[in-house]
């Protein structure tokens, strides 16, 4: 069935660096390509997503990759500020309106 | 986006209760799910809500113990049925916006203790 790994599970950077987290996914036929953040206490915010025909997508410090070959995409956070500090998710869509796969979360940290 | 509300937000609830959550949403939704997300850990499916018929559940999620309703395209509830302590999770509404064509949204969650 369809698979979703995301790593690492946490991570450290200090204030200013870059933040990479990683995601592959099972599913060939997958087309969509969310990211979400989640601060404590409150619901998946979605902050960029990526479909499969585009290899890159960037929203001022935050951009998504996706290499539809090898199976995998990143979201890459430059100048990362504290705020920046919460768990993020990836997550596969295969088919319009279908359900979403998650990967199994990466807790960022940014220290300042 | 849209307005994704959902109540309560939070409640603790004693062993064999159940619970309804209720999810309203201030758009035109086209897809509407229920997700539970257990201490620590990521996002599950329970199941797709859909409008006027029987939701369609995961594997491993059965109506029985996670009865759901859809009477219009904006609202929904889900109750935890027989609650045990290991029901204790939050319990997140997510919808998939007409206007926002394919990009799915969640609610802020009702987090649920079963003592």
């Known amino acids: 069935g369809e698979n979703v790994e995301q790593h690492p599970s946490t991570l450290s950077v200090q204030e200013g660096d870059s933040a990479v987290i990683k995601c592959t996914y099972s599913d060939s036929a997958s087309n969509y390509f969310p990211w979400y953040k989640q601060e404590l206490g409150k619901g998946p915010q979605l902050i960029i997503d990526i479909r499969s025909n585009v290899g890159e997508k960037k929203d001022q410090r935050i951009a998504v990759t996706l290499n539809k070959t090898a199976k995998h995409f990143s979201l890459h956070i430059t100048e990362t500020q504290p705020e920046d500090s919460a768990v993020y998710f990836c997550a596969a869509r295969y088919n319009q309106g279908g359900k979403l796969i998650f990967g199994q979360g990466t807790e960022l940290s940014v220290k300042p | 986006s849209a307005v994704i509300s959902q109540k309560p937000s939070r409640d603790i609830c004693q062993r064999g209760t159940s619970l309804t959550i209720q999810c309203q949403v201030d758009?035109?939704?086209?897809?509407m799910f229920w997700y539970r997300q257990q201490p620590g850990q990521s996002l599950t499916l329970i199941a797709t809500a859909n409008q006027g018929s029987e939701a369609t559940y995961e594997s491993g999620f059965v109506i029985d113990k996670f009865p759901i309703s859809r009477p219009n395209l904006t609202f929904s509830t889900l109750t935890v049925s027989n609650m045990s302590p290991e029901d204790s999770s939050i319990y997140l509404c997510s919808v998939v916006l007409l206007a926002f064509y394919n990009e799915q949204f969640f609610g802020p969650g009702t987090r649920l203790t079963v003592l």
């Open positions: 758009s035109q939704v086209t897809m």
